[in-house]
């Protein structure tokens, strides 16, 4: 229903949810139920159950496990075994068939928690297995039958899974796990984890061992105690919280690399993002919490724009329709707490008609701004004074056309469809799309070729010491190749037209 849970300063689990745009009406769930605060000190496990009509299981002052419930008019709450006592800095996980994972103060290890009949039961997975690290994360698999992944006492990464019993068994034990890291399994098998020196890492099974790599090493580092939030559904894409407060968004772009963007500026109104706080990545929603106000704030993305631009030209009517669905036209919002002037720069896109523009738009959609150019070669470039407030700023480029748009001010919200660099350059350069993509990779059983126009191509994949694998001939814009024959390694793929060779690694890990 929309609702976003948080624990605030009073220890009792909130929920926000927007009644109107831009305004979020707080409440408590239960003003009896156990608080999670003890002195000054707050557990942090808690867990919401969306499944289960948002069912939350959370820890308590006095380490022990409740369930808050919504009874059909309001909100309630039981315990659960009360001589089932909770690590204060244990995560929960609600899993598969009931079962609620998480780390005992008595043993430091990993237990379950799960109804029999009308009572709850708990016990320890493997009392063999290596303890938990103080204030590190774990999680669990529920589709691969609840299999764990956690960071034991010696900084290194264990996998425990279910085989007639609970096993258990180290990963790389050469690749060290920051203390606060959290652990999150992603696509195609990617385990992902702070290392270290604060950079993200990725882990994944390369026939029977485990492999780690770091992602991006010129990235900024993850900020202590801030977690990171992963989109398994964007192809693994991070964002994360760097050492100056800034959100980082770190995502494999086309080019087949790890590549970092700044997308949120700590010289804000709330001072950028706060430390021992997590992201949450909801649809098309960024929230954070402020370092300076300890509020919670939120960036979102506009999949559909508010209005229907109309602008004049010189001499000239020229009436248009912001669309999402051709991909040419963007919008979006984004707030000056002070009179500032902004600078944007974008580059004119990928098409043959003459005709580019950008526009600011104010709160009430009136135009501010226009700018008219006629050739797609060049940048259409605006500078523009602007009073407090909120503002659009759309840009259109007509019939598919690509961006690439660099901004310099606080932007709250920003769309999903363009392509953005690091953030280490003020403007930024068009570039025509004239290569091949190859997704996902690391692949399993599938890999997708994007070739760059429709002709004829000949498709080749060589093992990495060059033999061929396969070879045919294909007419068309977008090809599959299937690899679940293939062993776990490196291949390469090449893509021959009348014209070019395209050529790019990719990695089978099953």
Known sequence: NNQLFYVRDDGRIHAIYETTE????????????????????????????????????????????????????????????????????????????????????????????????????????????????????????????????????NNRIYEMYWSNGWKYSITNPSAYVRDDSKLKYGANGQLFYIDLNGIMHAMYKNGSSWTYTWLNGKAPKVKIGAGFELLPEQNNTIYY???????????????????????????SNSGGAKEYHNLVKAENNLFYVGDSDSKVHRMQYIYEFPFTASSTTTGKSNNWNLRYTDGADVAYKFYIDKPSTIYATTASPQTTIQRSKIELFDINKNSLKYKY???????????????????????????????????????????????????????????????????????????????????????????????????????????????????????????????????????IAK
């Open 22 to 153: 831009d305004n979020w009406a707080d409440h408590w769930l239960s003003s009896t139920a156990p608080t999670m605060k003890f002195g000054e000190e707050t557990s942090i496990g808690y867990d919401v159950v969306t499944e289960n009509s948002n069912e939350i299981f959370y820890v308590a002052y006095n380490q022990r496990i409740y369930r808050l419930y919504y009874n059909g008019t309001g909100w309630s709450y039981s315990s659960t075994n009360s001589s089932a006592k909770v690590r204060r800095d244990s995560e929960l996980h609600y899993g598969a068939y009931g079962q609620l994972f998480y780390v005992d103060e008595v043993n430091q290890k990993i237990h379950a928690l799960y109804k029999s009949g009308s009572n709850w039961v708990y016990s320890w997975l493997n009392g063999s297995s290596p303890k938990v690290k103080p204030g590190s994360g774990f999680t669990v698999i529920p589709e691969l039958n609840n299999k764990i992944f956690y960071i034991a006492d």
């Open 241 to 267: 919280t760097d050492v100056e407060g800034n959100i980082i968004k770190l995502y494999y772009d086309w080019n087949q690399e790890w590549v970092f963007e700044k997308i949120y500026i700590s010289q």
């Open 373 to 507: 150019i006629g050739s797609p070669t060049s940048d259409i470039h605006l500078v523009k004074y602007l009073n407090k407030g909120y503002y659009y700023i759309v840009v259109d480029g007509y019939d598919q056309g690509k961006f690439k748009l660099s901004v310099k001010e606080n932007f709250l919200k920003k769309p999903l469809n363009l392509a953005f660099e690091d953030g280490s350059k003020e403007d930024v350069n068009h570039t025509a799309f004239d290569d091949i993509r190859v997704f996902p990779n690391p692949a399993n059983s599938i890999i997708n070729i994007a070739l760059p126009t429709y002709k004829s191509y000949v498709i080749r994949l060589f093992s990495i010491e060059g033999g061929t694998i396969k070879e045919f001939k294909y007419d068309g814009i977008n090809v599959e190749i299937k690899c679940s024959d293939l062993n776990n390694g490196f291949y390469i793929i090449q893509a021959i037209s009348d014209e070019k060779i395209y050529q790019k690694k990719i990695l």
